[in-house]
């Protein structure tokens, strides 16, 4: 119990420090409407949000709804995302949860995580951003690569796995801070907590974080030594 109320104490000395640090923290995918952002998000996954950024840009213009996009050949999808990572699946998997969304919603994107997650391609952490940003409706915490990380190195989780990482925080961290969390987390993780070098010296998390390299030997987010 203790260590429960401390931890939960030091996720939201955290939290306020970063919020400092990052206050205009957020979403970094461009679109303009929920289905865009829906597909942003599918095509985010393993890739740069700059290189999908940059393919949405003329993609957005040429298939301006969800029936286009069902109705759209596999190869010239294909081909219109080719420089953005597994094209080819990203293209059969939002055919197919386009062609799901014109024939059982409607052409709208639906707003629950079980219809979301039915959704060809569509897991946990996209229908969780799309529910966050697209409906207003928080239901958990989104853990990406970044997240998966920093939580591990600042000792708020030690599992390895998103679905439970995520639930390890929802326990820690206070709700209203769910959608802000991952964003923050994702600022910190490129501006200084970096994957292969993170600046320790000058973060400013340091004295609350248990693999410091300023004194600690382990980088808690692998178990190996720095
Ligand atoms: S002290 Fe180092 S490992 Fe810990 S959060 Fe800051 S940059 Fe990351």
């Known amino acids: 119990m203790g260590t429960q109320r401390s931890d939960t104490d030091r996720a939201t000395q955290i939290i306020d420090r970063l ?9 970094s995918l461009n679109y303009s409407n929920r289905l ?17 950024n940059t393919v949405t840009a003329d993609l957005f213009e040429k298939y301006s709804s969800a029936e286009a996009f069902a109705e759209a050949d596999q190869d010239e999808l294909a081909e219109d995302i080719s420089s953005i990572t597994y094209y080819n699946n990203k293209a059969e998997y939002i055919r197919n949860t386009c062609q799901t969304i014109v024939t059982e919603y409607d052409g709208s994107v639906p707003d629950t995580m079980s219809d979301l997650t039915e959704l060809s391609g569509v897991g946990r952490k996209t229908a969780n951003v799309v529910l966050q940003h697209g409906h207003d409706i928080v239901e958990g915490i989104v853990v990406d690569t970044h997240v998966q990380r920093i939580s591990r190195r600042l000792g708020l989780t030690t599992e390895q796995s998103p679905k439970r990482i995520e639930t390890d ?58």
């Open 19 to 27: 919020l400092e640090a990052y206050p205009d923290s957020t979403i």
């Open 36 to 52: 865009e952002l829906l597909i942003a998000v599918m095509l985010s996954a393993q890739c740069t949000d700059e290189r999908v």
């Open 169 to 226: 925080l929802m326990e820690l961290v206070p709700e209203e801070h769910w959608q802000q969390f991952t964003h923050l987390m994702i600022d910190h993780g490129r501006a200084t907590c970096t994957a292969r070098n993170p600046a320790c010296a000058d973060c400013v998390l340091e004295d609350l974080c248990p693999s410091s390299k300023l004194d600690n030997d382990v980088d808690l987010a692998s178990n190996e030594q720095w």
